[in-house]
C-alpha cells in the first residue's frame, strides 16, 4: 500500500495546489493494513488496470493492481438502486486510502480510488468537501454545472469545489479515477435533483 500512496504522492507534487499539496505529507506515512473486504465491482480491476497502464498515470494503475487485493471496498450508503440505478451495486465502489479510520488516519482528508464500470451513469450529485480527480483509467462523459459534459481521458484532472453539482457516465471502459477530498471530509455526497 506503501507504493501506492508514493505513486500518488509523485503526481500530486507534480500541480500541488489546494487539497494536493494538503494531501502530500499523510502520503510518506506507513498505512495500516486493509483486511481486503471484496465488492463486485472489483470484477473490473483487471480491465481498468490494462487502460490505465496504457496511460499517463501507468504508475497508479501499476501500483493499485498490487495493492487492491489487500484493500477495502467501499460504498456510499447514501446511495440506492433508485438514484444510481439497477445493478450498480456490482458496477461502482472505491477504496480509501487515507481518512478518517482509513489506513493513513485523516481527520480532513480522504485520497481513494472510485472505480465505475462500463455502462454506469453516476447522476447529479454534490457534497461540501473539495475535490481534485485525476483519471487514471478509462475515457468516459464528466459533466460539471458550470460546464457541461465534457469526454476526459487517462491523464485528466477534474476539479470541484464544495457543493458544485458533477456527474459521470461511462460507456465501453471502466473508470478507474483518483480522488482527494478537503475540508467537510466526512458529510458523504447526495445526489441532486435532476439527472444529467
Ligand atoms: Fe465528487
Known amino acids: ?3 501506492l500512496l508514493q505513486a500518488i ?8 495546489h489546494g ?6 505529507p499523510k502520503l510518506s506515512v506507513e498505512p495500516r493494513p486493509g483486511t481486503g ?23 497508479i494503475a501499476d501500483a493499485f493492481a498490487a495493492t487492491e487485493p ?3 471496498w467501499l460504498q456510499n450508503p447514501n446511495y440506492s438502486e433508485a438514484s444510481l440505478g439497477p445493478g450498480y451495486v456490482d458496477r461502482y465502489g472505491y477504496v480509501e486510502l487515507v481518512g478518517p479510520g482509513r489506513p493513513v488516519e485523516s481527520a480532513d ?5 472510485l472505480l465505475l ?3 454506469m451513469h453516476y447522476p447529479d450529485h454534490a457534497h461540501p468537501a473539495e475535490e481534485i480527480y485525476h483519471v487514471v483509467a478509462g475515457t468516459a462523459e464528466w459533466w460539471r454545472e458550470d460546464e457541461g459534459w465534457r469526454r476526459k481521458r487517462s491523464g485528466a484532472v477534474i476539479h470541484h469545489v464544495p457543493m458544485m453539482r458533477h456527474a459521470m457516465r461511462t460507456a465501453a ?7 482527494c477530498w478537503t475540508g467537510e471530509v466526512k458529510t458523504y455526497a447526495t445526489m441532486t435533483e435532476s439527472r444529467r
Open 173 to 179: 471502459e471502466p473508470l478507474l479515477a483518483l480522488y
Open 37 to 59: 473486504k471484496r465488492k463486485p465491482v472489483a470484477q473490473f480491476v483487471g480491465q481498468a488496470v490494462a487502460l490505465g497502464r496504457e496511460g499517463p498515470l501507468a504508475a
Open 9 to 16: 504522492a509523485s503526481v500530486y507534487r507534480q500541480a500541488p
Open 19 to 24: 487539497p494536493l499539496a494538503a494531501a502530500l
Open 70 to 72: 489487500e484493500c477495502d
Open 117 to 119: 464500470g462500463p455502462g
Open 1 to 3: 500500500m506503501l507504493r
Open 109 to 113: 482528508l480522504l485520497v481513494g480510488l
